[in-house]
């Protein structure tokens, strides 16, 4: 069904008329231009296309546009502030752990979250919290090792 859906995008409010059983990767990407979330696989498995939803990382390609609807959506575009990378963007660049780059604003994303809700995660938690985002170029360790660093800049202390 065509309606008007609201929802603040990047920490922005924004509005568009469109069916709303549309999937939010679509309309990130093609209304928005926000090309940042990526279509892997299309069924919820390389997590190519994680987003940020009310804090939570969900997978753009699975979820109708109205899901976002008076909620807060961020994207890789929207984790900079002021210019200022965000540590785990800094810590992606720092440990090499971005390649093709294909996977990494989906990798960045499901850290951003997993990393809100673990203070110092082990090197186990950080594989267990990333398992189902996939990396085509096998850069594996490097990520881990990137959200490591990242976590202990972001709670102001060394990740275990």
């Given at each position: 069904m065509e309606r008007s859906i609201q929802f603040i995008?990047?920490?922005?409010?924004?509005?568009?008329?469109?069916?709303?059983?549309?999937?939010?990767?679509?309309?990130?990407?093609?209304?928005?231009?926000?090309?940042?979330?990526k279509y892997g696989c299309g069924e919820n498995h390389c997590g190519a296309c994680t987003v940020i939803v009310?804090?939570?990382s969900i997978r753009s390609c699975m979820v109708p546009v109205k899901f976002a609807e008076g909620k807060k959506v961020l994207t890789i575009e929207g984790l900079a502030e002021n210019g200022r990378l965000h540590p785990l963007q800094k810590a992606f660049i720092e440990h090499?752990?971005?390649?093709?780059?294909?996977?990494?604003?989906g990798m960045i994303l499901q850290a951003y979250s997993f990393l809100a809700d673990?203070?110092?995660?082990?090197?186990?938690?950080?594989?267990?919290?990333?398992?189902?985002?996939?990396?085509?170029?096998?850069?594996?360790?490097?990520?881990?090792?990137?959200?490591?660093?990242?976590?202990?800049?972001?709670?102001?202390?060394?990740a275990s």
């Amino acid at each position: 069904m065509e309606r008007s859906i609201q929802f603040i995008l990047n920490r922005r409010p924004v509005q568009l008329k469109t069916d709303d059983e549309r999937k939010l990767l679509w309309v990130l990407r093609t209304d928005f231009g926000l090309t940042g979330v990526k279509y892997g696989c299309g069924e919820n498995h390389c997590g190519a296309c994680t987003v940020i939803v009310d804090g939570q990382s969900i997978r753009s390609c699975m979820v109708p546009v109205k899901f976002a609807e008076g909620k807060k959506v961020l994207t890789i575009e929207g984790l900079a502030e002021n210019g200022r990378l965000h540590p785990l963007q800094k810590a992606f660049i720092e440990h090499g752990a971005v390649q093709c780059g294909f996977c990494t604003p989906g990798m960045i994303l499901q850290a951003y979250s997993f990393l809100a809700d673990k203070e110092k995660p082990s090197r186990e938690d950080i594989v267990e919290g990333m398992d189902r985002e996939l990396c085509r170029c096998g850069s594996y360790n490097r990520i881990i090792d990137a959200i490591q660093a990242a976590a202990g800049e972001m709670k102001g202390g060394n990740a275990s």
